[in-house]
């Protein structure tokens, strides 16, 4: 059996989910550089970046390190180890000492901001863009509107924690998931557990 890649890196992106990740980033990255909302720790950034490296282009990595609403103190994705000085939550030490200690510091561009405020003035194009920050409606309605138009045709949009029971997790990853495949402008090539890919028509 082989071992488990990036075990030490803590996150919420089960291997096969992450393989999976980094098949559709394989199939896009000749297209345009790989794009990610929602860092955390670095555990998809890694698997990105491998393919980054080997297809020659980088992973833009977008995320305030902030937390999003369930990593707060008090909620239940909350983890102690990610509080700085002051109390306030922070996951960009941690990201960067992630990036690192995995060599992957020459393909990552990290983007330490709210993903609306880099939105605004993005205009790259993009091979792959990979959904997984704030999972209230407003936070993933604000990202799908932001950042699906960015993918070129032939790319992908991907969404992780798309679950189509809300007992199984959270409603606004599906219903993104569900406006793209209604938009006519994405088809839907696959999933893996709670990971889903659109290609861009
Ligand atoms: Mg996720």
Not at 63 to 82: C, K, N, Y
Not at 97 to 119: K, M, Q, S
Not at 146 to 157: E, F, I, M, T
Request: glycine share 8%.
């Amino acid at each position: 059996m082989t071992p488990t890649r990036f075990a030490d890196v803590k996150g919420f992106l089960p291997e096969n989910e992450g393989e999976q990740l980094a098949n559709w980033a394989r199939e896009s990255a000749s297209l345009g550089p790989l794009l990610e909302i929602g860092s955390y720790c670095g555990l998809s950034t890694l698997w990105l970046a491998e393919v980054a490296r080997e297809s020659n282009t980088v992973v833009f990595a977008v995320d305030h390190h902030r937390g999003s609403e369930e990593h707060q103190v008090g909620e239940f994705f909350h983890d102690e180890a990610l509080v700085d000085d002051a109390g306030r939550f922070d996951s960009l030490p941690e990201f960067r000492r992630n990036l690192l200690a995995n060599d992957a510091e020459d393909v990552v561009i990290p983007i330490v901001a709210p993903a609306t405020l880099v939105a605004r003035h993005w205009t790259t194009s993009l091979g792959l863009v990979f959904i997984d920050g704030g999972h209230s409606l407003d936070a993933a309605l604000a990202d799908y509107r932001n950042w699906s138009q960015h993918v070129v045709k032939g790319g992908l949009l991907v969404i992780h924690d798309v679950f189509r029971n809300v007992a199984e997790g959270g409603q606004a990853p599906h219903a993104i998931w569900q406006l793209a495949k209604q938009s006519g402008l994405f088809e839907p090539v696959g999933s893996c557990e709670s990971i889903r890919a659109l290609r861009r028509l």
